[in-house]
């Protein structure tokens, strides 16, 4: 089953607009992880936020994390064509092994 | 520096019949892990290699399988295929076992198409 879940299932913005994507999950975690996909392919890793961390960026994005809710957003500013694509959510709780939601299909309009 | 590589790139297989996926991690890499994604979904773990050893599982049936090499190359093995095990077959890999923040880097993946 699922860890997480991503909110909304699928965003729709113009070129220049932030996009905001949001993740629950249910257990403990050691860390929680941002990825994206285009058209189904391989996974890209964007950044990686610690249990004991609560906000993280990484050039155009922002990550935050709160524990006690068992939540993390993904902020994407001043978006591009480029971005379009799915991103996940995954979890890291006991060994390595990654928990990932079910995605949010973002899209931007030139 | 090579990142994940898998192989085949597309696969059409008949229900019943055995697949064979490979992948090849990242240099430096000693941990493959194996993902499967359906369509429409997130991926969901089914199983990592550690020291040529199957360390961790996910809820997946014995038909699938798997088997790591002492360069680290990693095969999953799928028996008696079943229509719903068309998906695309994503490999990860990463450093040792024990580094609880390692982030895993993830190959293009397989699409297998089961008719």
């Known amino acids: 089953s699922q860890q997480g879940e991503e909110d909304p299932q699928a965003l729709s913005i113009q070129e220049g607009e932030n996009a905001t994507m949001n993740c629950s999950y249910k257990t403990s975690i050691n860390n929680l992880q941002w990825y994206r996909q285009n058209s189904g392919r391989g996974l890209v890793h964007l950044i990686l936020?610690?249990?004991?961390?609560r906000e993280k960026h990484s050039g155009r994005l922002r990550v935050t994390l709160d524990t006690s809710k068992k939540s993390s957003s993904l902020l994407i500013t001043a978006s591009r064509a480029a971005d379009t694509a799915s991103y996940f959510c995954?979890?890291?709780?006991?060994?390595?092994?990654?928990?990932f939601g079910e995605g949010t299909q973002l899209t931007v309009n030139p | 520096d090579a990142g994940v590589t898998q192989s085949p790139t597309h696969l059409i297989k008949t229900r019943g019949q055995q697949v064979t996926l490979r992948c090849s991690p990242k240099?430096?890499?000693?941990?493959v892990s194996w993902y499967q994604q359906a369509l429409g979904q997130g991926p969901q773990f089914i199983f990592q290699?550690?020291?040529?050893?199957?360390?961790q599982r996910g809820n997946f049936p014995d038909r699938f399988s798997g088997h790591q090499f002492p360069n680290y190359s990693s095969e999953l093995n799928v028996n008696a295929l079943l229509l719903g095990d068309s998906a695309l077959y994503l490999c990860a890999s990463s450093f040792g076992l024990a580094g609880v923040q390692e982030t895993q880097y993830f190959g293009p993946g397989t699409r297998l198409l089961v008719l």
């Open positions: 240099s430096g890499h000693d941990t």
């Open positions: 936020i610690r249990s004991n961390e």
């Open positions: 995954a979890t890291r709780t006991s060994g390595s092994r990654l928990t």
């Open positions: 290699y550690y020291e040529e050893e199957e360390r």
